[in-house]
């Protein structure tokens, strides 16, 4: 985790080993919710092993929204950040191992260090640049398009997550990504 904040975020291996040390060490286990839906979300996780999916829930359907890899962060950030009622729910697909740390740790140490704001503010803008880029792959892209892109960005996308899970991320049926897939070759 610190060597990813350091190159990701441009700070101190000192101000890196600070932020690192107040996350916490969890085991999850396939299936096992890290955010549940409906309950206001309070800690934020980094992924060190492991693979999770979020789902939004509404008018009664659920779409997959995302995939968490490892050396991400995952959360619903919308609800961490308004203190509102979580619209999806976190699960993870295989057993996964996080570092978390709750909103008031959080808060407490940006009080403490100033590069906590910064690392915020990189990741709130991160967050609104991947939404605004698949908001606009989904109006611009074709499901073939989309589907290529998702293979390029992570060809594990292919071999990890059952072929009834990406089309849900990609919005399209099974039997599309079916097709889809036999068109292409995985990268190397």
Do not use: W
């Amino acid at each position: 985790m610190k060597n990813f904040l350091i190159n990701n975020f441009e700070i101190s291996e000192s101000d890196a080993e600070v932020f690192s040390a107040s996350f916490e060490r969890i085991d999850l286990i396939k299936g096992e919710k890290f955010v549940d839906f409906g309950k206001v979300s309070n800690r934020i996780g980094f992924v060190e092993k492991g693979l999770l999916k979020c789902t939004l829930i509404g008018n009664d359907k659920s779409v997959i929204d995302d995939f968490v890899f490892e050396n991400q962060f995952v959360a619903n950030y919308y609800s961490f950040l308004r203190q509102k009622k979580s619209n999806k729910e976190i699960v993870c697909l295989k057993n996964s191992k996080l570092r978390i740390i709750t909103r008031k740790k959080l808060d407490e140490l940006a009080n403490k260090h100033s590069f906590i704001k910064k690392i915020a503010r990189q990741v709130s803008e991160q967050l609104f640049i991947s939404t605004a880029k698949k908001l606009e792959d989904f109006r611009l892209l074709n499901a073939e398009e989309r589907y290529s892109k998702l293979v390029k960005m992570n060809k594990r996308f292919i071999t990890e997550i059952p072929q009834y899970e990406i089309a849900s991320y990609l919005n399209v049926s099974p039997e599309t990504v079916s097709r889809i897939r036999n068109k292409f070759t995985l990268p190397s």
